[in-house]
T-cell receptor, first 111, second 111 residues
Framework: KQEVTQIPAALSVPEGENLVLNCSFT??????LQWFRQDPGKGLTSLLL?????REQTSGRLNASLDKSSGRSTLYIAASQPGDSATYLC??????????FGAGTILRVKS | SQTIHQWPATLVQPVGSPLSLECTVE??????LYWYRQAAGRGLQLLFY??????ISSEVPQNLSASRPQDRQFILSSKKLLLSDSGFYLC??????????FGPGTRLTVT
């Protein structure tokens, strides 16, 4: 059974800092990995999708990497801003269009 | 572009009452559709998914059911709500490469 773990559970950083969020999964047989952002009381916004054959994806200040063999992904946020404060979720696609989610990392960027 | 709608946005229902949550997608045809629940302090849990009209797969046994009466409409129902049904319900549709896009969610409180 696929399990996804996110570390840390919560993170508080000053504005401008570069930071890394971690995601690990137990079964390397995945189709892709997605990083999402969730603001309080809102739905999920897709940030980055990394297909199983890819190593990384970049969008603006965000960079996500994938090491399928070791079951790890990282989300790197450069020059963090207060507007980045949210919960970040990673999810792996295990086939049949099923996503397995981690519990998320709550990020607070202080101004 | 594709848009996903959910309603109502919030709902307070007494124990034992029926439930009907609706999700509609615009701008795409024959999408895969999903219902997730996010309970307080827990990750997202896949409840149902559908690959076509009338085709529903259940992931978790419970007193909820789902239906897909039209191509872009997905409904989550219950005949009698339990306290444990409280949570944040999210609908999603599936794009290419098994990517999923989420709606704004419905906050359900069972009293």
């Amino acid at each position: 059974k696929q399990e996804v773990t996110q570390i840390p559970a919560a993170l508080s950083v000053p504005e401008g800092e570069n930071l890394v969020l971690n995601c690990s999964f137990t079964d390397s047989a995945i189709y892709n990995l997605q990083w999402f952002r969730q603001d309080p009381g809102k739905g999920l916004t897709s940030l980055l999708l990394i297909q199983s054959s890819q190593r990384e994806q970049t969008s603006g200040r965000l960079n996500a990497s994938l090491d399928k063999s070791s079951g790890r992904s990282t989300l790197y946020i450069a020059a963090s801003q207060p507007g980045d404060s949210a919960t970040y979720l990673c999810a792996v696609s295990v086939g049949g269009n099923k996503l397995v989610f981690g519990a998320g990392t709550i990020l607070r960027v202080k101004s | 572009s594709q848009t996903i709608h959910q309603w109502p946005a919030t709902l307070v229902q007494p124990v034992g009452s029926p439930l009907s949550l609706e999700c509609t997608v615009e701008g795409t045809s024959n999408p895969n559709l999903y219902w997730y629940r996010q309970a307080a302090g827990r990750g997202l849990q896949l409840l149902f998914y559908s690959v076509g009209i009338g085709q529903i797969s259940s992931e978790v046994p419970q007193n909820l059911s789902a239906s897909r009466p039209q191509d872009r409409q997905f409904i989550l129902s219950s005949k009698k709500l339990l306290l444990s049904d409280s949570g944040f319900y999210l609908c999603a549709w599936g794009g290419g490469y098994y990517e999923q896009y989420f709606g704004p969610g419905t906050r359900l409180t069972v009293t």
